[in-house]
C-alpha cells in the first residue's frame, strides 16, 4: 500500500475573532478565517493579492484561539486540507477547510499549541 500526504503549511494574520461552537456532546470547535498575501505576475512583480482560509480547530486548540487569538493576530498553522459542498438555492457550492493539527501564536507572547493525535 502506497502512503499518501495531506499536509497544509500557512503564516497568515486573522480575519475575524474565532466563531465558538459546542458539539452535541460538549466538543469545542472554533472557526476562524486567515489572510495570506501573495505577489502575482512573474518573478512575484504583479500586484498583491489576498488568499482567504478557512479554519477550523477543535477541543483544546479551540479553547486556546478562543482565550488568546483575535483578529489580526499573526499565527502559523499547520493541518489537512478538507473538501466538502452545501447547497443554496440549488446550487451546490463547493468548499475547502484547512483542519488545524497545530498553531503558534506568532504576535507578541506567543505560545505554541499542538493537538494531540486522536
Known amino acids: 500500500m502506497s502512503r499518501s500526504v495531506n499536509k497544509i503549511i500557512l503564516v497568515g494574520n486573522v480575519g475575524r475573532d474565532p466563531d465558538i461552537q459546542q458539539t452535541q456532546n460538549g466538543t469545542k470547535v472554533a472557526h476562524l478565517s486567515l489572510a495570506t498575501n501573495r505577489r502575482t505576475g512573474p518573478a ?13 480547530l477543535w477541543s483544546k486548540l479551540a479553547q486556546f484561539v478562543e482565550d488568546y487569538v483575535r483578529t489580526g493576530d499573526r499565527v502559523y498553522v499547520e493541518g489537512r486540507l478538507e473538501y466538502d459542498s452545501y447547497e443554496r438555492d440549488g446550487v451546490v457550492i463547493p468548499t475547502a477547510d484547512v483542519h488545524v493539527r497545530e498553531l503558534v501564536l506568532l504576535t507578541a507572547g506567543g505560545r505554541i499549541v499542538e493537538e494531540e493525535a486522536a
Do not use: C, N
Open 44 to 56: 512575484g512583480e504583479g500586484e498583491e493579492r489576498t488568499d482567504w482560509h478557512r479554519l477550523t
